[in-house]
């Protein structure tokens, strides 16, 4: 089979061309680890690919909790989406667990 300028990004089952022995072969960028790819995907699809870039992390949030148990989070952007079957983008949240510390945490009332 052969993609014939037919380049998916992602997982699409939808982007596939006549194999060998009634067999589908895929032009998606996921075929690669499934091993179903046609055989001219890389010369046809992976040159063009573009890989997702991401900036930097920003600062950590505040605690959710003045006082005990809460968490924090932090975000990123996209600075180049991915195109023609590139990387796809890695997470761009975080969170973690924190413990508010507030100075009125320990006055009872």
Do not use: E, F
């Not at 997982?11 to 046609?38: E, I, L």
């Not at 809460?70 to 667990?97: E, F, M, N, W, Y």
């Amino acid at each position: 089979g052969s993609c014939r300028h037919r380049c998916c990004p992602g997982r699409n089952n939808s982007c596939w061309a006549p194999g060998s022995r009634r067999a589908r072969c895929y032009c998606d960028s996921y075929c690669q680890r499934t091993g179903d790819c046609c055989r001219d995907y890389l010369a046809t699809c992976r040159r063009a690919a573009v890989g997702c870039a991401v900036g930097p992390w920003g600062p950590w949030s505040g605690c959710s909790s003045p006082c005990g148990v809460g968490s924090r989070a932090r975000s990123r952007q996209v600075t180049v989406p991915p195109r023609h079957g590139g990387d796809p983008c890695p997470d761009l949240k975080q969170r973690r667990g924190c413990l508010g510390q507030h100075p009125t945490c320990g006055t009872a009332k």
